[in-house]
Nanobody, 123 residues
Framework: QVHLVESGGGSVQAGGSLRLSCAASGYAVSTYCIAWFRQAPGKERESVAVISRGGDYTSYADPVKGRFTISRDNAKNTLYLQMNSLKSEDTAMYYC????????????????WGQGTQVTVSS
């Protein structure tokens, strides 16, 4: 099974940028549809973005459209989430998740999860 490790989180001021990484091991990441989710304290986990195995299909949740970009480098077994124009409401723990079947933005469909990386945006 695939093992996922997120990195790249941190503290940034509103309007700034961060790039999150999701490193996969144990199995070729090209086998999986990968999605990013986030969860803020006291809130439910919500979808952020998803990318297909070959990277030709992406989908974004409305709150991040036009600001975030999901990408992947299968040769490096790594996924990325470029986050620009960050807002305080983007503050959350960010998780990457993998799925062998069709890509969705539904957290319950994903069986493999990383431990998360914290993003804090101050206004």
């Amino acid at each position: 099974q695939v093992h996922l490790v997120e990195s790249g989180g941190g503290s940034v001021q509103a309007g700034g940028s961060l790039r999150l990484s999701c490193a996969a091991s144990g199995y070729a990441v090209s086998t999986y549809c990968i999605a990013w989710f986030r969860q803020a304290p006291g809130k439910e986990r919500e979808s952020v973005a998803v990318i297909s195995r070959g990277g030709d299909y992406t989908s974004y949740a409305d709150p991040v459209k036009g600001r975030f970009t999901i990408s992947r480098d299968n040769a490096k077994n790594t996924l990325y989430l470029q986050m620009n124009s960050l807002k305080s409401e983007d503050t959350a723990m960010y998780y990457c998740a993998a799925r062998e079947l069709a890509c969705t933005l539904i957290a319950g469909n994903y069986g493999y999860w990383g431990q998360g990386t914290q993003v804090t945006v101050s206004s």
